[in-house]
């Protein structure tokens, strides 16, 4: 079965640095990838997606991610963050037609002023 | 357009009791999935309906069920409500299911007491 590892439960940044938050997987084959981020008590949005192609992927509010099959890990980045930033963001994953969205445990991002 | 819509955003029932949620997905989405949300465990995929059918269960008890309707709209309902069951209910819809995007509703927020 395929699964999904956020090794950091929370990072704390300061406004205007940079952030990066680390996403595996375990998966037999290349899957779909995504990073989605929620704010307390709401739904989720989706940042960005890897389907295929370009290993670099653009999403929206600034954020990016690449993926790279050799290390299995698909990571986000934000060259500079802002207060807003501040929130939960989820690595998932998902392929072979069974599961559904395999998610992660999450990260919570502090962002210090 | 409008996002996905979830009803209602907040439900208190008591134990054994049972419970229907609702979730109307963006226009033209054939699929609907949902997924529940703790503290502990995390998010976890319960099902998906594709066309009125569905398409792939996660792990859950048969407590759990749902269903879709012909304009894509679907209900999930949980029987015999047990504490455990106190979570964020998140539903989310896509064009056709795995491989393309997931929109997220808000989330219906069930406490079971």
């Known amino acids: 079965a395929q699964s999904v590892t956020q090794p950091d439960i929370h990072i704390t940044v300061s406004e205007g640095a940079s952030l990066e938050l680390r996403c595996n997987y375990s998966y037999g084959a290349t899957p779909y990838l995504f990073w989605y981020v929620q704010s307390p008590g709401q739904g989720l949005q989706l940042l960005l997606k890897?389907?295929?192609?370009?290993?670099l992927v653009q999403g929206i509010k600034g954020f990016e991610a690449e993926f790279k099959r050799s290390q299995s890990s698909f990571n986000l980045r934000k060259p500079s963050v802002h207060w807003s930033d501040a929130a939960e963001y989820f690595c998932a994953v998902e392929g072979g037609g069974a599961d559904g969205l395999t998610f992660g445990k999450g990260t919570h991002l502090i962002i210090q002023p | 357009k409008a996002g996905v819509t979830q009803t209602p955003r907040y439900l208190i029932k008591t134990r054994g009791q049972q419970v229907t949620l609702s979730c109307s997905p963006i226009?033209?989405?054939?699929?609907v999935s949902w997924y529940q949300q703790t503290p502990g465990q995390g998010l976890q995929f319960l099902f998906e309906y594709f066309s009125e059918t569905q398409r792939n269960k996660g792990n859950f008890p048969g407590r759990f069920s749902g269903r879709q309707f012909s304009n894509s709209r679907s209900e999930m309902n949980v029987s015999t409500l047990e504490l455990g069951d106190s979570a964020l209910y998140l539903c989310?819809?896509?064009?056709?299911?795995?491989?393309?995007?997931?929109?997220f509703g808000q989330g219906t927020r069930l406490t079971v007491v």
């Open positions: 890897y389907f295929s192609g370009d290993t």
């Open positions: 989310a819809s896509s064009f056709q299911g795995e491989g393309t995007e997931a929109f």
């Open positions: 226009s033209g989405h054939r699929s």
